[in-house]
């Protein structure tokens, strides 16, 4: 892909920065469209999770090539790219979702507050409590509102008596925003509810579990614009509490809503930096050419 | 001509009729009559008018096979002289039967009595020229059609619309002729019953506890009436279904969730065609293997125990039957539970659920329907099935829930009943029926009973 880029007119050409310093350089490579490791801060002080040197493969197929990136507590990280560049797959590393698919394979190491989540004695259904998952298109389980919400609680014993699950139904919804809409339906089936209601619902049964991290993978894509506004908002009040690594195709929600901004590309990552640098002045042609629409 | 030369002969001419409708239609608008350009493409002309020929060479068709015989031997009775005719009203048509033999056997020319032979060589003639009049009829009705048909091909006639609705008005016949066979064969069923509850009393079959169907053939015999009661042959049934469905559904469903969610792709691709072939093995072999292996088997295994098992038993037929149902229950859960969405899976494994909570909780409640269905389907199985009853469990009607003796079952009396020479209205014979409809019942039961399951079901979740 990289050898049919149109040159950008303009521009000075010829210039090659080859980049061996650490990924934290400053340097701003305008022109070299091949990917030497990730430009940008990819770092942070105290991470909540860390990769480093993650690579997936699908059977021979590499899906994810030697990625390092830090998500930072109580912060939005976005992740953006072109389609099939590997976000899902790396957000599915991040609470070993990946496991579940025969042929996946991971490599390198992955922390969440600095422990190993792929260290032999870790238990990756636990650690799915830890950190939850919102997906694409809202899915709901075949059952009552509350039994939704109530399913992860259940599971892991979380409630002792009836009336402390209640509660905690209660307090997820009324996080989620979805508690006034549904509060007197709560035994009616969940996939009645509206697309929208449908992945706040989602939301509030990954809340339900109390994870300390939340993973969205284009959590609006399959709502209107109001939809999508409401649970933008929602996103924005989680993040006092929770940590919120967010895919998203759209580069109004990553400026909307994350602090910082990823940016994959065919499996690797090439830049990471604040949100509203990203967008200004991006420090990579890839990024440049991915959010100004020449691409992707 | 015979039927098979007519029939060639139509099909021929629908060919015929296909084409010059076809070509009928392109010289129509080149012509530019009824407009300038074709509705339909010209094979849909070409199928309007064969439809046209051949809807009324079959309904010609059909009508004589149903009248045929009766006008043939109205005529022949006409023909026949006056002593014979009344004769043959009231003697329920043993003359023409006789008549009929003699024809059809074509020893015409050996048969003394002059009258017969006569009637016989009159009924030969009769359906010959029956035979002759409706090649004739059919292929000028198929002719005359296809004329009315191609009048019909005109540029601005709606063909694929025609087309479409003798497509839709086919399927429909089909449906109903699959509706109708089962509504005959049960009032069938229903009016034989009745004629057995004449001879014997409803609540005797229903609430009976000997079954001895052994009518004697002189009044004065031992045991000259016969015990109709049907509580050991249902009860016999249940028995031998119960222990099938509990070997079936366990394991049955287990293969299922081990196929759907287990298994490596290879493993899977082995071991389904597998366990469908169990499916394709006819009755008779698990039969003998249940009567000679499984039998013997059980019987040594009790006597080791202490326990008096009987040769045939009722827990050999089960074990045997409940293999042979897995393939039903496992390939319809496992399809079921496969259909439900990876979205689901991924929503419970992604909360922290292991993956037998998330098969508990989230896959068997929505596979349900299919799972209910798969089980169901083994019931009905289970409830009919009757070689591996007669080989494995015995004959005896004996009234019990001991699994360990001989027991047998509603499918088992009904063959018993009705081989070998029987009289057609006595009421053993009838007494099949009456079993025949008792069956009907259950299973009609089981399945309003399994709809409710899944209602009940779908009311909470959907
Ligand atoms: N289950 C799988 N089996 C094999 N290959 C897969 C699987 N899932 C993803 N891939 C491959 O991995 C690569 C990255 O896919 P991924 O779904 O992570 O992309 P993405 O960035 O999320 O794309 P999108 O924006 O379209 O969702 C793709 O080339 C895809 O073909
Ligand atoms: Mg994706």
Redesign the interface.
Known sequence: MTDVLPTMPGLPTGETVVDDTPPMTETREEFDVEIKGTVGAPFVDDPKMSARHSNVFYGEKQAIFDVSLDIGRNEIIAMIGPSGCGKSTFLRTLNRMNDTIPICRVEGEHCLDGEDIYAPDQDPVLLRARVGMVFQKPNPFPKSIYDNVAYGPRLHGLARTRAELDEIVEKSLVRAGLFNEVKDDLHKPGTGLSGGQQQRLCIARAIAVDPEVILMDEPTSALDPIATATIEELMDELKSRYTIAVVTHSMQQAARVSQRTAYFHMGKLVEVNPTNQVFTTPQHQLTENYITGRFG | MSIQTILLTLVALLLFSYFLGRKRSLRSVKKGRGGDKLHSRPAYYGYMVALWAGIPAVIVLLLWTMFQSQIVTSLTVAGLPETMQAESQGGHGLVINEIMNLADSGMVAEKSDPTLKAAAEHYLRLRGISHQAIAVLALVAAVIGMLLGLRMVRPDTRARNVVERAIVWTMLGCAAIAILTTVGIVLSVLFESLRFFHAVPITDFLFGLTWSPQTALRADQVGSSGAFGAVPLFAGTMLISAIALAVAVPLGLMSAIYLSDYA??MMRAITKPVLEVLAGIPTVVYGFFAALTVAPFIRQAGEALGLDVASESALAAGLVMGIMLIPFISSLSDDALSAV?R????????????RS?TIR??LI??ALPGIVGGILLAASRAIGETMIVVMAAGLSANLTINPLEAVTTVTVQIVTLLTGDQEFDSPKTLAAFALGLGLFVITLLLNIVALKVIRRYRE???
């Open positions: 490596s792709p969405p979205a689901m899976r991924d929503g419970s494994l992604g909360l922290g659920a292991t909570e909780k989230v409640p929505a909470q979740y959907e």
